[in-house]
C-alpha cells in the first residue's frame, strides 16, 4: 500500500526561488494536512483540508499556499523562498476528524533554502 | 491555543528497564491525546492514542495514562527493545477545533 506519497525527498532552492512541494493519498481520506518540523522541535501546522476545495490555515500559514481539486491531491507551494522555510516538510491525511481517525504520513520532504 | 510541553528532550535507557515520557497541556477542552514514533528518515507513525473519558489505555508494552485534573499525560514503554530507539511525540486535541498541537519530541536511546 503507496498511503500517502511525498515529493520530492529532499531539494536545495536559492532564495527567492518558488517551488511546490507534492502530496498524493490513495486511501480515499477526506483531510489533509501540511506540517513543518524544525530540528528538535514539533509539527507546526501549516495549512489543512477538509476536503476538496476547501483549504484553511494552520498556525504558520505565511509563505505558503495550497490548493485542493481533487480528493487525492494536496500541494503546498512556496512563493519567494525564504532561508527561515528551511525545514522538513510533512504530508498527512486522515478519513475524518482526528478525534475519530489517526493521521497517516508521507516521510517528508526535506528543504534547504540557501 | 493550546500549548504541549514535553519532557525529557533526550532520555536513553538499558535494554529491557522501562521508559516515561511525560506531557502536559494547557488547554482543558483538550480530549484526544495521540502519540507517535517517527524513525530516522520516516515520518510519524501513531502508536497509542487517550480519549479523556479514559484514564488508562494499554497496547502490549505500552501504556498512556491520563490527569484530566493535573492536565498531563505519559506515554509508558516497558521491557524497552532497541527498535525503539526512536523519537516520541505527543500531541493534544480539541476536538471542536479540529488541529492537534504536537510537543516537542523525546529522543528515546535503548542501549544494547
Known amino acids: 500500500n503507496a498511503g500517502v506519497t511525498q515529493t520530492p525527498k529532499f531539494r536545495i532552492l536559492k532564495i527567492g526561488q518558488s517551488m511546490t512541494l507534492q502530496c498524493t493519498q490513495d486511501m480515499n481520506h477526506n483531510y489533509m494536512y501540511w506540517y513543518r518540523q524544525d530540528p528538535g522541535m514539533g509539527l507546526k501546522l501549516i495549512y489543512y483540508?477538509?476536503?476538496?476545495?476547501?483549504?484553511d490555515k494552520g498556525e504558520v500559514p505565511n509563505g505558503y499556499n495550497v490548493s485542493r481539486s481533487t480528493t487525492e491531491d494536496f500541494p503546498l507551494r512556496l512563493e519567494l523562498a525564504a532561508p527561515s522555510q528551511t525545514s522538513v516538510y510533512f504530508c498527512a491525511s486522515s478519513q475524518g476528524a482526528l478525534s475519530n481517525q489517526p493521521q497517516h504520513f508521507g516521510d517528508g520532504t526535506r528543504l534547504s533554502i540557501l | 491555543g493550546e500549548n504541549v510541553e514535553q519532557h525529557p528532550s533526550t532520555l536513553s535507557v538499558q535494554e529491557g528497564d522501562s521508559a516515561v515520557i511525560k506531557c502536559t497541556y494547557s488547554d482543558s477542552a483538550s480530549n484526544y491525546f495521540p502519540w507517535y514514533k517517527q524513525e530516522l528518515g520516516k515520518g510519524p507513525q501513531l502508536i497509542i492514542d487517550?480519549?479523556?473519558?479514559?484514564g488508562e489505555k494499554k497496547d502490549q508494552r505500552i501504556a498512556v495514562t491520563l490527569n484530566k485534573t493535573a492536565k498531563h499525560f505519559s506515554l509508558h514503554i516497558t521491557e524497552t527493545q532497541p527498535e525503539d530507539s526512536a523519537v516520541y511525540f505527543c500531541a493534544g486535541l480539541n476536538t471542536n477545533a479540529g488541529k492537534s498541537t504536537f510537543g516537542d519530541g523525546t529522543t528515546l536511546t535503548v542501549k544494547p
Open positions: 483540508s477538509v476536503g476538496a476545495g476547501i483549504t
Open positions: 487517550i480519549r479523556s473519558n479514559v
